[in-house]
C-alpha cells in the first residue's frame, strides 16, 4: 500500500533569488503515523510544511517535486492542484495549527464561530447538528465547560486553551493529515507537555497523521515515530525516531544533540552556595501592581506579582530564577536592577565591591543610581528588538562609555574593540548595523554593550530563549567563559530547568509570585520535594526516547495551588513558610 | 460591562466636559479688548453719529455687555437672570447678532442643516470611494491596481481644495452646465421646501461634494490600505487560509473587520469637521453654510453668534467621540469585556 502522504524532490524558490531555500526534500508519511521535521530557523521545515497546503508568503513558489495524497482524498497532486480545488483539501484532508496560539485566532469573533466555519466549508450539516459535532469537540480538547468555549473570545482564555481550540479547529472535520508547526514553543513547560499529549490522544483516536515542525529534539522524542532532519533547504537525515534518537548518523544531527541541553539523569546533591560575600541581597520584597479600573463604580485591581521574596547572591556565582509566564520572575529582575521600586519594607542590597559601603537599591538618590548602573547592566530576551537599528555597532557599545563620562574618543573604541574579541566577534564588524548580524551574534553584542561598563552583577532575562539550540549553546558558554575571567555575577531568569541545569549554582522556582523551592540544581533535580518541581521536571521534554513526559505528574503540580496536597497549598490569605528540608534546600510547606 | 451604564457616566461626564469648555470658549471670545457694542459705539462718536450711539447703548444694556465678565457669562449660559430675566444658552435662547442684526437662531438655523447636509454628503463620498479602493488596493497589493489607485489619491490630497473647487466649476460650468457656486438657485432661497428646490439642491451639491471628499478619501484609501496590509501579515489570517476560505471572504470577514476600528474611532472628529471643516471651501464657492458665518463672527467679535457656533462644535465633538466609543465597544469584544473578570 502506498503512503497517506509522499512528497518527492520539493523545491521552493523566492522570486529574484536563484538559491532554492527548500531543496529537493523528500518524505513520506502513513495513516496514523508522526513525522516531526526538525531543524533550526532557516532550515526550511516551515515553508515545507505551508507547501503541502500552498499557504506559502507571496514571493515564494515551488519549482519542482510532487506531492501526492493518498486517503479520503484518493491521490491528487498538492503540488499541481488548482487553486479552488486546494481549498476543499485545506482543514478537510489537511488542517494545520500554528506556533502563536495567541495571535492565530481572530479576536474579534467567538471562538465557536471560527471553528464552526470549518465544518460549514467542507460539509453540507445543518446549524444545530454542526454545533453539537463543534462542542463534543471542545469537550474532546478538554475544555471544561463547551458551552461556555463556544461564546467566549480567544483574549478571554489563556494560551494553552487557544492552542486547544485551535486543535480542536484543525481536528473538527477529521483530517487525514494534522500539520503542527511548533505548536508549543510559545507555551509554558507544563501547558506544552499537556498540548502534547492531547495531539496524541486525538492522533490515536482519529487515525490521522500528524507531520509535527520542531526545533526540539525533546518535542521529537516524545511525539515522533519517523523523523526527518533539516538544515539549509535540504534533508540532512531522515529515519525512525528510535534509530536517529540512539544514533544519529549525520555530524549536523550529532552537532544538533550535543547542544541540546538537558536536565542530568543521575545528580547528586549539591552543597549549599555560602551565604557570606553577597553581591545582591534581596530581603522580603513584595511587589503590588495596582491596575486602575478607569469608570468609578468599579474597584481598582490589585495584583501581586512577587511576594515575600528573599534571595541572595553571593559573588561570582549565578543564581537562577525559574518560572513559567506569570510568576513574577521577570519582576523580581527589574526590583533588583532599581527599575522598579518594591512594596514599603522590602529592601534590596547591592555590594559590587567589598571594602566599600553597599547601596541600597530601592531608595537611592540619583547620583548613586548613576554610579549603580555602571556596576549592574542587563541583557535582554529579544535580540531583535534590544538594539536599536538605526545605531551603528560602535555607537551602541560606546553609548554606555559616553553616558558615563569614561575614556576618550580612541579609547572608547579600543574598550569596544576589546570587547568585540571577548564576545567571540570579528573586530572588523564595528561600523556594521544590527541587522547584518544573526541572531545569536546579535546577543554577542548585547552581552558586550553590557560588559563595556566593567559591571560586577549582570541580570540575564532568558537570554536565550530566542535562539536556536545550537547558538544558544555557544552564548551559555560565552557567558560562563565570561564568568570566570573577570568573577561577574548572574541573575539568571529563565523559564527552562535544562537551561539553567547548566549555568546555574542555585536556582529558585517560582509560582504566582512566591518561591516554592528553592536548592542548587543538582539537589534539585536528584530530590524534588514540592509538587510544582516535579511538575516542572516532568513536563521537559528530553531528547531520550527512554525518558518520556510524566502527564500524571505534570497534572498533579501544574494546576492551581489550591489542587495540591494540604501542606503545599496557599491562597492570597495564607502562606505556608519556606522550609529548609535539607542543608540548602528549602520548600514552601507546612511542616 | 453594561453597556447601558456606560452611556449615562459617559453623558454626565460629557455635560461636565461642556461646562468646563463653555467657560473657555467665553473667555476666549472675550480676550480682546472691547466688544462688539462699545468698538461700534467708538466708530460712532468718532465720525458724530450721535443717533447711533443711542441704540448702541440700549443695545449693550439688553444685552447685559455691560455688567462684570463673570456675570456675563452666567448670563449668557442661563444661570442667571439677566435684564430680561433667564434668557440664555439653557433656555434655548442664543442670543443676537450684532455683525448680521438678527437674532442667532436665525442665522444658524438655515446655514445649520445645509451644511450638515454638505458635510455629510462629502463623508457619504469619502466612505463610498475609499473603501472599495483601499480594500482592492491592499488585497492586489504592488499591483497596477495599487499604483494607480495611489496616484490618484496622492493627486487629491496634494491638489489645494479651493484650486479644484475653481477647476470644477469652470469645466463643469463649460461641458456639463453644472451651476456655479451656492447651494440652490437663486430663486429658491427662502422659499418652503418642494421638488424643484431639492433638485436644485441636489444638483448644486456635486461640486462642493467632490471637492471637500477628495482629499479625505485619498487619506482615508491610504490609511485603509496601510492598516488591512498590516492586518494581512497576522497569523489570523493564515488560519483562515489553512481552513480553505476563499479569498474574498476571508478578507472581509476577519481583517477587513480588524481594520475598521480606526475608523470607527474617526467618527469622533468627522462630527465637528461636519462643521468646521470645510470653512474655506465654503467661503471660495460660497455656499450659505455655517463656516462663512463663523469666520465673520471671530472676525467682527459678535460673541453671540461665535459663542453659540464654538459651543456646537464643542458639543458635536463630545457626542462624537461618546459615539464612535460605544460603537466601538459594540465591535470590538476585547473592549466590551474589557473589565471582566477573566
Known amino acids: ?591 | 460591562m453594561n453597556i447601558l451604564k456606560y452611556t449615562i457616566y459617559r453623558t454626565m461626564t460629557m455635560l461636565l466636559t461642556l461646562l468646563v469648555v463653555s467657560v473657555m470658549i467665553f473667555a476666549i471670545i472675550n480676550l480682546p479688548p472691547g466688544d462688539y457694542l462699545s468698538n461700534q459705539i467708538a466708530e460712532l462718536r468718532a465720525t458724530g453719529q450721535a443717533e447711533g450711539v443711542a441704540k448702541a447703548e440700549f443695545l449693550r444694556q439688553e444685552y447685559a455687555l455691560d455688567r462684570p465678565l463673570w456675570e456675563q457669562y452666567l448670563i449668557w449660559v442661563g444661570f442667571a437672570p439677566g435684564p430680561n430675566g433667564f434668557s440664555g444658552l439653557l433656555q434655548g435662547d442664543f442670543g443676537w447678532s450684532f455683525e448680521f442684526d438678527q437674532p442667532v437662531s436665525d442665522i444658524v438655523g438655515d446655514a445649520l442643516w445645509l451644511t450638515v447636509l454638505v458635510n455629510l454628503a462629502a463623508i457619504l463620498f469619502v466612505y463610498m470611494v475609499a473603501l472599495p479602493l483601499g480594500v482592492v488596493a491592499a488585497a492586489r497589493s504592488k499591483s497596477w491596481v495599487d499604483y494607480s489607485a495611489a496616484f490618484v489619491g496622492y493627486l487629491g490630497l496634494a491638489t489645494p481644495n479651493f484650486l479644484l473647487a475653481l477647476m470644477l466649476f469652470y469645466y463643469g460650468h463649460k461641458y456639463l452646465g453644472l451651476p456655479i457656486g451656492g447651494l440652490m438657485d437663486p430663486q429658491f432661497e427662502g422659499e418652503p421646501m418642494s421638488w424643484p428646490k431639492v433638485k436644485s439642491i441636489l444638483i448644486h451639491l456635486i461640486v462642493p461634494t467632490f471637492v471637500i471628499g477628495t482629499s479625505g478619501a485619498a487619506a482615508m484609501m491610504q490609511r485603509l490600505r496601510a492598516n488591512l496590509l498590516d492586518e494581512l501579515g497576522k497569523p489570523y489570517v493564515e488560519t483562515a487560509r489553512a481552513k480553505g476560505l476563499s479569498p474574498a471572504r476571508m478578507l472581509t470577514k476577519y481583517p477587513l473587520r480588524m481594520a475598521f476600528n480606526p475608523f470607527v474611532a474617526d467618527i469622533g472628529n468627522l462630527l465637528p469637521a461636519m462643521v468646521s471643516g470645510s470653512v474655506l471651501v465654503s467661503v471660495v464657492l460660497g455656499l450659505q453654510t455655517i463656516g462663512p458665518a463663523l469666520l465673520a463672527a471671530l472676525k467682527s467679535q459678535d460673541q453671540f453668534l461665535a459663542g453659540f457656533v464654538l459651543m456646537f462644535v464643542a458639543f458635536l465633538t463630545l457626542v462624537g467621540t461618546m459615539i464612535s466609543d460605544l460603537l466601538l465597544m459594540l465591535l470590538d469584544p476585547r473592549i466590551r469585556y474589557g473589565g471582566r473578570d477573566q
Open chain 1, 1 to 591: 500500500m502506498s503512503p497517506l502522504l509522499t512528497v518527492e524532490d520539493l523545491t521552493i524558490g523566492f522570486r529574484n533569488s536563484p538559491a532554492p531555500v527548500v531543496n529537493g526534500v523528500s518524505f513520506s508519511v502513513d495513516q496514523g503515523e508522526t513525522l516531526a521535521l526538525v531543524g533550526e530557523s532557516g532550515s526550511g521545515k516551515t515553508l515545507s510544511c505551508r507547501a503541502l497546503l500552498r499557504i506559502l508568503p507571496r514571493s515564494a513558489t515551488i519549482s519542482s517535486g510532487e506531492m501526492i495524497l493518498n486517503g479520503r482524498a484518493g491521490g491528487i497532486d498538492l503540488a499541481t492542484l488548482s487553486e479552488r480545488r486546494m481549498r476543499g483539501v485545506r482543514g478537510n484532508f489537511v488542517s494545520m495549527i500554528f506556533q502563536e496560539p495567541m495571535r492565530s485566532l481572530s479576536p474579534l469573533h467567538r471562538i465557536g464561530n471560527q471553528v464552526v466555519e470549518v465544518l460549514h466549508l467542507h460539509q453540507t450539516i445543518s446549524k444545530s447538528a454542526a454545533r453539537q459535532l463543534v462542542l463534543d469537540t471542545f469537550d474532546r480538547v478538554g475544555f471544561p465547560d463547551p458551552e461556555r468555549a463556544y461564546d467566549a473570545y480567544p483574549f478571554e482564555m489563556s494560551g494553552g486553551m487557544r492552542q486547544r481550540a485551535m486543535i480542536a479547529m484543525a481536528i473538527v472535520s477529521k483530517p487525514d493529515i494534522l500539520i503542527a508547526d511548533e505548536p508549543t514553543t510559545a507555551l509554558d513547560v507544563t501547558t506544552q507537555a499537556q498540548v502534547l499529549g492531547l495531539i496524541k490522544e486525538v492522533q490515536r483516536e482519529i487515525g490521522m497523521a500528524v507531520i509535527l515542525v520542531t526545533h526540539d529534539l525533546g518535542v521529537v522524542a516524545n511525539m515522533a515515530e519517523k523523523v526527518v532532519v533539516m538544515h539549509r533547504g535540504r534533508v540532512m537525515e531522515s529515519g525512525t525516531a528510535q534509530a536517529v534518537l540512539t544514533g544519529p548518523a549525520h555530524p549536523y544531527t550529532q552537532k544538533l544533540f550535543a547542544a541540546a541541553p538537558a536536565i542530568p539523569a543521575e545528580t547528586q546533591p549539591a552543597p549549599p552556595m555560602p551565604e557570606t560575600d553577597l553581591i545582591l541581597d534581596i530581603k522580603s520584597v513584595t511587589k503590588t501592581y495596582t491596575t486602575r479600573a478607569g469608570v468609578p463604580w468599579k474597584a481598582d485591581v490589585h495584583v501581586q506579582a512577587c511576594r515575600n521574596v528573599d534571595l541572595k547572591l553571593p559573588r561570582g556565582k549565578t543564581l537562577a530564577i525559574v518560572g513559567e509566564s506569570g510568576s513574577g520572575k521577570t519582576t523580581c529582575a527589574r526590583i533588583a536592577l532599581g527599575a522598579e521600586r518594591p512594596d514599603d519594607g522590602g529592601e534590596v542590597i547591592f555590594s559590587p565591591d567589598p571594602a566599600q559601603k553597599p547601596i541600597i537599591v530601592n531608595r537611592m538618590p540619583k547620583a548613586e543610581r548613576f554610579a549603580f548602573q555602571r556596576k549592574a547592566q542587563m541583557v535582554f530576551q529579544d535580540p531583535y528588538s534590544s538594539l536599536s537599528p538605526r545605531m551603528r555597532v560602535i555607537d551602541a557599545l560606546c553609548e554606555p562609555l559616553e553616558i558615563h563620562g569614561i575614556g576618550n574618543r580612541s579609547e572608547r573604541r579600543d574598550r569596544t574593540v576589546e570587547m568585540l574579541r571577548t564576545v567571540g566577534l570579528n573586530p572588523d564588524m564595528l561600523n556594521r548595523y544590527p541587522h547584518a548580524f544573526s541572531g545569536g551574534q546579535r546577543q554577542r553584542l548585547s552581552i558586550a554593550r553590557a560588559l563595556t561598563l566593567d559591571p560586577a552583577l549582570i541580570v540575564c532575562d532568558e537570554p536565550t530563549s530566542a535562539l536556536d539550540v545550537s547558538v544558544q549553546e555557544q552564548i551559555l558558554n560565552l557567558l560562563e567563559d565570561i564568568q570566570e575571567k573577570s568573577n561577574l555575577s548572574y541573575l539568571f531568569i529563565s523559564h527552562d530547568l535544562a537551561v539553567v541545569a547548566r549555568i546555574a549554582d542555585e536556582v529558585a522556582v517560582m509560582r504566582s509570585g512566591l518561591i516554592v523551592e528553592q536548592a542548587p540544581p543538582e539537589t534539585l533535580f536528584h530530590n524534588p520535594q514540592h509538587p510544582y518541581t516535579k511538575a516542572l521536571l516532568a513536563a521537559q521534554p528530553l531528547p531520550d526516547i527512554a525518558r518520556p513526559i510524566n502527564l500524571k505528574l505534570v497534572a498533579q503540580g501544574a494546576g492551581a495551588p489550591d489542587s495540591w496536597p494540604d501542606r503545599f497549598r496557599f491562597d492570597d490569605m495564607s502562606v505556608p513558610t519556606l522550609a529548609e528540608v535539607e542543608p540548602g534546600h528549602k520548600v514552601r510547606c507546612n511542616v
